[in-house]
């Protein structure tokens, strides 16, 4: 079993930034892939950003540009860095980890509990 826990997750002013976290815990030897979601009320859950353990990286094209993903391998620890927020990238976010290189939402085995985003003046 592997553990996800997000933080850092909060209130910011449009165009401001913020980074969340996720950290895992337990057998993480068998995770390939890391992914960030987001879901707002009312929405399909949708992908945010993708990296692997080569540290291949992937972004949905509305955050391209403004959202970076990064791992800390000592650390156990996944980040997504979001600058230039706007207000319709708030949501909830969700980390998620996968034993397959290129999976599918689906195919994620691991779900975090997700932290709130909100952008809002």
């Known amino acids: 079993q592997v553990q996800l826990v997000e933080s850092g997750g909060g209130l910011v002013q449009p165009g401001g930034s913020l980074r969340v976290s996720c950290a895992a815990s337990?057998?993480?030897?068998?995770?390939?892939?890391m992914g960030w979601y987001r879901q707002a009320p009312g929405k399909e859950r949708e992908l945010v950003a993708t990296i692997t353990t080569g540290g291949s990286t992937n972004y949905a094209d509305s955050v391209k540009g403004r959202f970076t993903i990064s791992r800390d391998n000592a650390k156990n620890t996944v980040y997504l860095q979001m600058n230039s927020l706007k207000p319709e990238d708030t949501a909830a976010y969700y980390c998620?980890?996968?034993?397959?290189?290129?999976?599918?939402?689906?195919?994620?085995?691991?779900w975090g509990q997700g932290t709130q985003v909100t952008v809002s003046s």
């Open positions: 337990g057998r993480i030897f068998s995770i390939k892939t």
């Open positions: 998620a980890a996968s034993i397959r290189s290129a999976p599918a939402t689906y195919e994620y085995d691991y």
